[in-house]
């Protein structure tokens, strides 16, 4: 069976931060891995050298990160923000909603999955509150399925941030 290409919609932001990290990685990450490589060899016993060992690993976990990013930006579907309706919540909205019960407001920003940064409020379509709120409309009462339990959330406003 052929690997299925899981393609991850993102911003041109989003796609911009992927390949600087990428950049990152592939540069500066790599040389410090190799100079750590390079002292630990310099101790001497490779055998028993738990210096060498701990570069070593965090070379391959290094490589393992460069191939995912390099898969997710070949894979990437860049949204162009002319395309966004804020109709109804989608991919690149901004959406402001109402706690139902307790009446705070929250701003989430729906975005693919490798821009999802929840501390500041971009969540991926994917996650449960993402999902819930999709194809939604301003006014509308949802209900999110989190796990503490049920969610009751009004959306107020879809917008473009």
């Known amino acids: 069976m052929a690997n299925e290409v899981k393609h991850q919609v993102v911003t041109q932001e989003g796609l911009k931060k ?42 391959a976990n290094l490589e393992q990160k460069i191939a995912e990013l390099e898969n997710t930006i070949r894979n990437a579907i860049v949204m162009d923000e002319a395309d966004i309706n804020t109709d109804v919540v989608g991919f690149g909205t901004t959406v402001k909603i109402v706690d139902v019960e307790e009446g705070d407001e929250e701003e989430y920003s729906i975005v693919g999955g490798p821009e999802a940064d929840p501390m500041n409020n971009k969540i991926s379509n994917e996650s449960p509150v993402g999902a819930a ?29």
């Open 18 to 59: 992927l390949m600087d990290e990428l950049e990152y990685n592939k540069t500066t990450r790599r040389t410090q891995i190799a100079e750590q490589i390079k002292v630990a060899i310099s101790f001497g016993d490779l055998s028993e050298n738990a210096e060498y060992d701990s570069a070593k690993n965090e070379q």
């Open 133 to 161: 709120l999709m194809g939604r409309h301003k006014g509308e009462e949802v209900v999110v399925q989190t796990p503490s339990g049920p969610w009751k959330v009004r959306i107020e406003d879809i917008f473009l941030q």
